[in-house]
């Protein structure tokens, strides 16, 4: 039942922008704080940003400030990631993460997405 589903990578030009989103389904995604990670080859998954329940407050890697930004329609049960002014080294994997907790007894619960190809190149 339960999925998170990225879509939105691709091949882009340094210098460009992606949009990412994040359908999440068979949760309460309103009471889930939200990450997006990155896994580039040979590397460590790496975080890129938060956001939380209400996307009051956001965080972001400081490798990506300014260029990147976290946001979320809890009406339609999505999270985005905007990607402006993309560098070879933000090519990688990236992976939609939402965590919480829900009843019973308030169990911590923590989904992945399958990750979507972001390619910056020329």
């Known amino acids: 039942q339960v999925q998170l589903v990225e879509s939105g990578g691709g091949l882009v030009q340094p210098g460009g922008s992606l949009r990412l989103s994040c359908a999440a389904s068979?949760?309460?995604?309103?009471?889930?704080?939200v990450n997006w990670y990155r896994q580039a080859p040979g590397k460590e998954r790496e975080l890129v940003a938060a956001?939380?329940?209400?996307?009051?407050?956001?965080r972001y890697a400081d490798s990506v400030k300014g260029r990147f930004t976290i946001s979320r329609d809890n009406a339609k049960s999505t999270a985005y990631l905007q990607m402006n002014s993309l560098k070879p080294e933000d090519t990688a994997v990236y992976y939609c993460?939402?965590?919480?907790?829900?009843?019973?007894?308030?169990?911590?619960?923590?989904?992945w997405g399958q990750g979507t190809q972001v390619t910056v190149s020329s």
């Open positions: 956001i939380t329940t209400t996307g009051g407050t956001t």
């Open positions: 068979g949760f309460t995604f309103s009471r889930s704080a």
């Open positions: 993460n939402a965590g919480g907790f829900r009843q019973p007894g308030w169990a911590p619960y923590d989904y």
